[in-house]
């Protein structure tokens, strides 16, 4: 019992752990033993989430009955799988190692302490199972001048290089690759070649980027104006004056922008004046950097825990055979879970004292939902409609109002966040908050799926794959369990229907499927971008924080169609934009169609698709006659002559390396990397995959003609980037 009087306690439904769930519990989440053996059960996984969440309730006066009751309601609102918390939540909590929250922003000041204690910020997050944020934005551009050396700074997309050769050598916790988000202000003099430095795939590929926009250049860019770029009038002292250094023409900056996100979704825009509107913790600074995926911009040294409810769960027919929201329900467990995020903050262990400050500061929380399209479905609700949007705005309004009181009556019981006392909102004698931020929408890639849930607010993005060629040769469906339920009740489920969609192909495209059918089951190729960001600004009303969604485009979408998108975000007060146009990439996230079995997520079942038989690749015959190129490059261990062949379609084939001088440890370790590296070519790996391995290792530094090359593999990196080769295709 809560001590506003909230019953903590509810009905327990037992969930079904689906086969594909099971997997990716197994792969990621269950613990296991010193031999690699699982020694957990999902059910001891919940167990464990929920000793550890409730025990902070000591803190608070308590009785251990009460305390007893109030695990089992954690247990019971994870084990329904109606709420669960971020996956470093599940893989760590009670386990004595590894951080509880997925969400950090790191400071980056313009010095090489500030730049190298970032670096090792960044490390120790990522090793802990933290994903980070930085702002760009305080470096100073490239080419100003350092008073303490007398040099020439490196400029930020050097030092992005840097932070990204650093996150590639650390796995989050053991378990997932690090992942990253650097944010430019478009004031910024070093903006252009921000916006461009990943338009070739698989650059700074564990690195998110996004233009940090105000609504003066939004504005300037309605009206067809120029827009100022700024920087310190001297860039040694921080407290100098901000001076104006140039003018830009606003929309050819956009315009570079938009035809980034058309070509491959990068940049991402974030909206840094509507980010800060409404901030509760303005009087500490102003938020210039985001998490990851972008839902959750912070501040310097914060951090967010992050909790999901599948909405879709509270849909409950009645006796008329109509279906509706159970909203008593739902409230009592958003009640419930924003105390069970508030009880992290306390139980977690962090990474950087700095950041544990920060975060007991200002207590931000972040509570989201997934499951919205399932539960527009069994609602019997199109995605692209007004009323789905109008119900969505209704959805996190009731959400926002039951953290917001559960916040209020927890600041009763516990005292407000610190950083309240200081706030405006504070002298103008307002009700105090536990948490300065209590929502956000999260992408819930993998707790989606142990839930069995859509994710986030995203619609259904496909509804039916296949995996082949398993079980001695037999093709078994996937299908989205809402569609294969309507489908068998309404008589046109076949064999045939489930071929064509796992082929990619479109259910608008079949006579046999009912209209009415058809119209529910639109997915997200199916709805227009215009009706994509208009839900996600329904959602955003109403959080305090941020929304990752993607806004998909069709692979025929043009460059005006982004643009318009991008406008319309900013118009209806969205707080950021991702968008991103099918086929696009090389590598895709989430496919449709055959080119691969691993077609309906980014394959966290790989291991599932082939039960554990290997799959190996066979490299090509090398020609009797191949043709290449040679460059000299200038290494620590002195001079490399680096030969790049290529195939008779003009793609890397193989590469050779020699020192200048013959012999030794230096020679031989330079033709083993250019054997692995050939191997690799010769069996079909993208060369850009080749070159980000080597690119970054480091053992004695030296410039060559303007580039800094760390190693010989960095020196053979460098030649298979540079133009000629690699083909443009190859390259894209």
């Known amino acids: 019992m809560s001590k506003n009087g909230t019953s903590l306690a509810q009905k327990f439904t037992p969930a079904v752990i689906t086969d594909n769930a099971r997997v990716v519990l197994d792969k990621r989440y269950l613990q296991k033993n010193a031999v690699g053996k699982i020694v957990e059960t999902p059910e001891g996984m919940f167990r464990r989430v929920a000793k550890t969440l409730s025990a902070p309730e000591f803190k608070y006066e308590n009785t251990p009955a009460e305390v007893a009751e109030i695990e089992e309601s954690f247990f019971q609102m994870m084990a329904s799988l109606e709420y669960l918390p971020n996956s470093p939540t599940l893989m760590n909590a ?49 080419g100003a001048g350092i008073m303490t050396t007398h040099g020439k700074a490196c400029g930020p997309i050097a030092v992005l290089r840097h932070l990204s050769s650093v996150s590639t050598l650390v796995t989050q916790g053991g378990k997932r690759d690090g992942a990253n988000m650097a944010v430019m ?15 070739v795939e698989g650059e700074i590929h564990n690195f998110n980027i996004s233009v940090g926009a105000s609504d003066e250049f939004m ?8 827009y100022p770029l700024r920087a310190l009038a001297n860039p040694s002292d921080p407290g100098s004056e901000m001076i104006e250094v140039d003018r830009l023409d606003a929309r050819e900056v956009f315009s570079k922008i938009v035809y980034g996100a058309w ?30 995926c972008g839902e959750q911009p912070l501040l310097p040294n914060e951090s967010c825990n992050l909790g999901s409810i599948d909405v879709a769960k509270f849909v409950e027919a009645g006796s008329d055979g109509v279906s509706s929201i159970n909203w008593n329900r739902l409230g009592k467990t958003v009640r419930l879970a924003t105390r069970m995020l508030d009880n992290v903050i306390d139980a977690n262990k962090y990474a950087v004292p700095a950041i544990e400050e920060m975060t007991q500061a200002t207590r931000k929380l972040g509570l989201g939902v997934m499951g919205f399209a399932d539960m527009l479905v069994q609602l019997g609700i199109p995605y692209d409609t007004e009323q789905a949007v109008e119900l969505g705005r209704k959805l996190m309004r009731f959400i926002m109002e039951n953290a917001d009181l559960e916040s209020l009556a927890m600041a009763e019981e516990r005292g407000p966040f610190p950083a309240w006392h200081d706030s405006d909102a504070a002298k103008r004698g307002e009700k105090p908050f536990r948490n300065a931020c209590r929502l956000t929408v999260a992408p819930t890639g993998t707790i989606s799926m142990i839930a069995g849930a859509s994710s986030g607010i995203e619609p259904i993005f ?19 369990k809402n569609f294969d339920r309507i489908a068998k009740e309404r008589g046109f489920h076949s064999d ?19 209209d009415d059918v058809k119209r529910l089951f639109h997915v997200a190729s199916d709805i227009s971008p215009r009706d994509h960001v208009l839900m996600q600004a329904a959602f955003q009303e109403s959080t305090d924080a941020g929304i990752s969604k993607t806004i998909n485009f069709p692979n025929e979408a043009t460059v005006e169609d982004v643009e318009d998108a991008y406008l319309l975000a900013w118009e209806t007060h969205c707080k950021g934009i991702t968008v991103y146009r099918a086929g696009s990439r090389y590598k895709e996230v989430l496919t449709t169609g055959t080119a691969d079995i691993s077609t309906a997520r980014y394959s966290a079942l790989d291991e599932s698709d082939t039960f554990g038989i290997p799959q190996y690749i066979t490299p090509s015959d090398r020609p009797a006659v191949l043709h290449g190129i040679t460059r000299r490059v200038r290494t620590g261990r002195g001079n490399l002559f680096v030969t790049v062949n290529m195939s008779s379609d003009n793609r890397p084939f193989e590469v050779f390396a020699t020192h200048g001088k013959a012999g030794g440890n230096d020679a031989a370790m330079a033709e083993a990397v250019s054997r692995m590296a050939s191997l690799a070519l010769r069996s079909g790996i993208d060369p850009v995959d080749v070159s980000e391995q080597l690119r970054g290792i480091t053992d004695v530094p030296a410039w060559d003609e303007g580039e800094m090359i760390r190693s010989v593999p960095d020196a053979i990196a460098s030649v298979l980037d540079q133009p000629g080769s690699c083909s443009p295709s190859v390259r894209r």
């Open 263 to 292: 070509r491959n979704g990068e940049p991402g825009m974030i909206f840094l004046d509507e980010v800060n509107r409404n901030s509760p913790v303005l009087h500490l600074g102003r938020i210039t950097a985001t998490n990851p």
């Open 219 to 226: 504005q300037a860019v309605k009206d067809g104006t120029t």
């Open 496 to 514: 045939d229907l489930l071929e064509h969609l796992a082929n990619g192909g479109s259910l608008q495209d079949r006579d046999d499927v009912p």
């Open 94 to 142: 009670g386990t004595g190692a590894g951080t509880l929250s997925a969400c950090f922003v790191l400071p980056l000041t313009d010095s090489m302490e500030g730049i190298m204690g970032a670096a090792h910020d960044a490390a120790m997050v990522q090793k802990f199972g933290g994903g980070t944020g930085f702002a760009l934005s305080e470096l100073r551009p490239r």
């Open 185 to 199: 202000d478009i004031h910024h003099p070093d903006i252009l070649e921000f916006i461009d430095c990943k338009k």
């Open 462 to 480: 496909s509804l039916a794959f296949r995996k082949q060629n398993i079980l001695e040769g037999q093709t078994l469906y996937y299908v989205d």
